[in-house]
């Protein structure tokens, strides 16, 4: 089964710009591995960020943008804000539809 | 607006069958390319995938889960469901439904195994 592989954690300052990426270990990212993005905050179920590579939903802050960067998927925040910390998964698809999730990336903003 | 709701024991006991319903409204089980998927979270870990069901297409399940595992659908109660046998106290966890084609999720239910 392919491995999806994400930063443990990343911190950024409050109003700054952070880069989270999700890897894959059958070769480079594309938009037909579907990647999604979710944001969990302790004791809450998961929310979808992002969607197929980039789309986002009505609740999505208008902050958060997903694309494709250097292989892989990559989940941009751009103006941090306090609310952001949380830990952020992604989750890519395969033959089959069988999706596998990254190990989700910790992120502080501080 | 898609909503999914799980809903099931919070406690079984060892070597039992865990048994859980996603109830889903704002979309129909049974129209729509969509992956009906379980999902589980261990305490203070990552999220594990453990299988869909897709209404013409069938069922897939996580290899490491694949022999204890059954996703069914009740198109009738517009409902999928997942049943788990032969629990352990490593089945602890939370489990959540989730629609594909825009990832909606369920709040998810807190499972015990534990006699």
């Known amino acids: 089964q392919a491995v999806v592989t994400q930063e443990p954690s990343l911190t950024v300052s409050p109003g700054g710009t952070v880069t989270l990426t999700c890897d894959s270990s059958t070769g480079p990212v594309t938009s037909g591995h579907w990647p999604y993005w979710f944001q969990q905050k302790p004791g809450q179920a998961p929310k979808t960020l992002i969607y197929d590579t980039r789309n986002k939903h009505s609740w999505t802050p208008a902050r958060f943008s997903g694309s494709l960067l250097g292989g892989k998927a990559a989940l941009t925040l751009s103006g941090a804000q306090p609310d952001d910390e949380a830990d952020y998964y992604c989750?890519?698809?395969?033959?089959?539809?069988?999706?596998?999730f990254g190990g989700g990336t910790r992120l502080t903003v501080l | 607006q898609v909503h999914l709701q799980e809903s099931g024991p919070g406690l079984v006991k060892p070597s039992q069958t865990l048994s859980l319903t996603c109830t889903v409204s704002g979309s129909s089980i049974s129209s729509g390319n969509y992956y009906w998927t379980w999902v589980r979270q261990h305490p203070g870990k990552g999220l594990e995938y453990i299988g869909y069901?897709?209404?013409?297409?069938?069922?897939y399940y996580n290899p490491s889960l694949e022999s204890r595992v059954t996703i069914s659908i009740d198109t009738s109660k517009n409902q999928f469901s997942l049943i788990l046998s032969s629990v352990t106290a490593a089945d602890t966890a939370v489990y959540y439904c989730?629609?594909?084609?825009?990832?909606?999720w369920g709040q998810g239910t807190l499972v015990t195994v534990s006699s």
């Open positions: 069901i897709h209404y013409s297409e069938g069922t």
């Open positions: 989750s890519l698809s395969y033959t089959g539809n069988r999706g596998v």
């Open positions: 989730v629609r594909s084609h825009g990832g909606y």
